[in-house]
């Protein structure tokens, strides 16, 4: 049964049921919460294991590699079957890898620390995303928005909370954030209830594949193929950030490393901002506006920022979260209207793909920084916005509706 067939037929469970989407949001921000300790921990990491920034680059690669690799498959997999019961225990999956995480002692037990979370995320992500789809009452882009909120706001957190928790704790603090993981298992069990449930009253009823006529085949691979390429511009820039800012911080302003966590948490809490309005504006004026907008309007502000002193990157950091990270839920919501009927394999690439992204160019940018500097890596990172202009070859949902 395809999700289109489930989204088409009018039921009880059709309207837009908050209390699932606010679920799956609050899960999103435990799981991304726990992510971001990841992050967050580098700089004491770097100093308890003596790390170079090609390891700390390792250390993103192997959690987002890892999720970037199964979410694809996880998602093709629940398309045809789903498993909604599987949330718990992807969450479970991230519990176990924070306790690694805590009482690692060797750099190969971080790695598998950082991969375990990354398979809970690969787990977690394409159904869940699925599930606020159904929830949605057709508010595709709000319910998406909503639902990556929590996983944005919970990436801002996590560095305040590693700021002041694990930083004058130490490492094995880490662990505490487990109690955190087991109320989200018991709320993704209920969830899954409720999933199962909508799976039940909706068996074996087929409808239209799409609330659109089919484009071209040629025109919507191109189509994925640019929304592929921007997604690899904005997580990419997105990675420069989230890995390196709190060293960029520290290195060339001499701030503590927790005023560079208060900094990271200005600028992920500004991207979590950026999520809702970027979901709310894509419902009122499509999708592609919102790309247009975000990916090429944040331009005069990345290459602002290498040249900012302490006060103005502050705000130019603020206002690259809020307007970048609006994209992430058009570029979902656009390829899955291009894709209709297959929610959780486009859920599963896309998440995958800014997971992929964002390790390969952490590993990427940090053996860049051991040559060149942090400096030349924000300047060089700076142009990646410049791909926002290949929106021009999307092609424009607006008419297929009409059509």
């Keep these: 049964m395809t999700d289109s067939s489930i989204e088409s037929r009018p039921s009880r469970v059709d309207g837009t049921v908050i209390a699932v989407i606010l679920a799956v949001s609050l899960c999103h921000f435990i799981n991304d919460v726990m992510q971001s300790l990841l992050s967050a921990i580098y700089p004491l990491l770097k100093d308890n294991y003596h790390l170079d920034f090609w390891q700390i680059g390792l250390l993103t690669l192997a959690f987002q590699g890892t999720a970037s690799l199964l979410q694809p498959l996880i998602g093709m997999y629940t398309d045809r079957r789903p498993l909604p019961y599987s949330l718990p225990v992807g969450m479970g999956s991230s519990l176990v890898g924070l306790v690694v995480l805590a009482h690692a002692h060797s750099y190969p037990v971080l790695v598998l620390g950082a991969m375990l979370i990354g398979l809970g995320s690969a787990i977690f992500h394409p159904e869940s995303s699925r599930v606020a789809r159904l929830a949605s009452g057709g508010r595709f882009g709000l319910a998406q928005s909503i639902f990556q909120l929590g996983g944005n706001f919970g990436q801002a957190v996590g560095p305040l909370l590693a700021a002041f928790i694990v ?14 993981s087991l109320v989200g298992i018991v709320v993704l069990w209920k969830v899954g209830g409720w999933y199962a449930a909508h799976l039940r009253d909706r068996n074996g009823r087929r409808m239209p594949a799409s609330m659109f006529p089919p484009l ?37 302003f001499g701030v503590t490393v927790q005023g560079s966590q208060i900094m990271l948490f200005a600028f992920l809490g500004a991207s979590a901002a950026g999520l809702v309005l970027g979901g709310l504006f894509g419902d009122r004026f499509g999708a592609k506006t919102v790309i247009w907008f975000s990916i090429l ?72 920084a051991d040559y060149r500097g942090i400096d030349y890596v924000f300047w060089l990172c700076s142009f990646l916005p410049l791909l926002g202009l290949l929106t021009i070859f999307l092609p424009n949902m607006k008419v297929a509706r009409r059509a």
């Design 297 to 368: 309007g944040v331009l005069p502000f990345t290459l602002a920022l290498p040249y900012a002193d302490l006060f103005w990157i502050n705000v130019l950091a603020v206002l690259i979260g809020l307007i970048l990270s609006s994209a992430f839920s058009a570029i979902v919501v656009f390829a899955q209207e291009l894709v209709p009927g297959r929610v959780g394999m486009i859920a599963g690439i896309f998440f995958g793909l800014a997971f992929g992204f964002g390790g390969i160019g952490a590993a990427a940018l940090g053996v860049l």
């Design 216 to 252: 071209p085949r040629g025109k919507v691979i191109a189509a994925l193929v640019v929304l592929t390429v921007l997604t690899f511009s904005k997580n990419i820039y997105m990675a420069s950030l989230s890995s390196y800012y709190t060293f960029y911080a520290i290195e060339k």
């Design 167 to 180: 930083v004058p704790f130490g490492q094995t603090s880490v662990s505490w954030f487990t109690i955190g």
